[in-house]
């Protein structure tokens, strides 16, 4: 078994373009790894292996008439259920959209599809990405690829483990509070939040409108760069889409961090903070010293309210965009004999799962009559304040260094009956997505056994700073070449 999928996607490219391998081995291969792993990882909530081997079939026709093979040629992609595929059930990892084909594709499906990317499967996710560990699926609970009684965090778990396990060597997720960092984290992987606006949404089936962002996992920082290549830019679909264009990310890793100023957020590093998980951050940014970066500690005194302000901007925004499943126009409707209102009340609550309910409550409330400059404008206010924390720390320098999450993976079940202890879980990634600034977490140790991920935060639309910062560290380290037991399976 020759196992590509653990391999980076620009290797398996290269592999494909000068004949050592075809696009159709690679997808078996990576079939084979999904059929193998799927019963322990459950990574996936569908896998089109027909279509995936069609489409290698076209990239391997593609190079033996002599053409030219786009950037991802062959490169077999998870994407997560939140992103529409045209004829494709998308269901969000909900009840309430079970049966649902979107007639049209996101936009980022049409970039990674047209960059010569196989798109194999969907991945599981929390429902409406509402979570932070891939419990909260309607269908199934994902495992960790490094240790199958733990979670491999959320709401991306599903797109994080199947590259942790070597189903898939790049994966498709969305960030609105974390949800790409925190289980590539807990995975062990690269996970790349870009600035809000950079990758366009058209097609993500939106939980928080002003903070979700879209996002590339991948084996190491290389292939982030080059499947944001593909999926950045302006998009005249989106409305919130940045009309600029978007840099060479991968011609921008080169450079290294010889004088490079690093921000060490002092409330990143209170108390909460796992030792291991200490350690480890502790140790990157020694080496970054090594490598010519001065590390100098910055504060950010607002981000003591990261976890009301989001929990109610997320909300507030959650139970607008999930007002329309009313069973009318989309998936899930009640059997029960019921009037229209009882219709729409019995579909509501036979199709959402428990964290979709709290949220949709806690922001019906929020936005409700009498209280929506009492909650929500004042949380935006707030938001603002945050923001300005982070222009004045990049005034003093480069970027933001921290944790991704204060501990390592934790068990399965272990927070399912304390919802706030595991909002906590996200707190050093949460303040990112307020301020719409980019951050990624790559792989810097491990604390018992357990992935460790470094946050970096780079500048807003700053992306190429960020990766090449990134990139001097993984090559000056192995922990991104690290392979979990599923993957070794």
Known sequence: MSNWNTK?????????TSGETTARAVMQDSLAKIARVEPDVKAFLRVMGDSALERADGIDALRAAGKPLPPLAGVPVALKDNMAMRGVETTCASRILKGWKPPYNATVVERLEAAGAIIVGKANMDEFAMGSSTENSAYQVTH??????????GSSGGSAAAVAAGETPVAIGSD????????ASFCGVVGVKPTYGRVSRYGLVAFASSLD?????????????LLLNVMAGHDACDSTSIDQPAPDFAAALEGGVKGLTIGRPIELFGEGLEEGTRA???AALARFEELGARVVDVSLPYLRYTLPVYYIIAPCEASSNLARYDGVRYGHRTDKDADMIEMYLLTREEGFGAEV???IMIGTYALSSGYYDAWYKKAQQVRTLIRRDFDAAYAQCDMLMAPVSPIPAFRIGEMADDPYQMWLSDICTLPINLAGVPAMSIPAGFSNGLPVGLQIIGKPLDECAMLRAAYAYEQSTDWHTKLSPAARA
Do not use: Y
């Not at 960790?144 to 965090?153: A, L």
């Not at 609105?176 to 289980?183: H, K, L, N, Y």
């Not at 879209?214 to 760069?225: K, S």
């Open 8 to 16: 980076p996607a620009h290797e398996i490219v290269a592999a494909i």
């Open 213 to 225: 962002q879209i996002g590339p996992l991948t084996r190491d920082v290389r292939d982030a760069a």
């Open 280 to 282: 480890a951050v502790a």
């Open 144 to 153: 960790n690829p490094w240790d199958t009684d733990r979670v491999p965090g």
């Open 357 to 359: 309910k709290r949220r």
């Open 176 to 183: 609105t509070g974390g949800s790409i960092r925190q289980p």
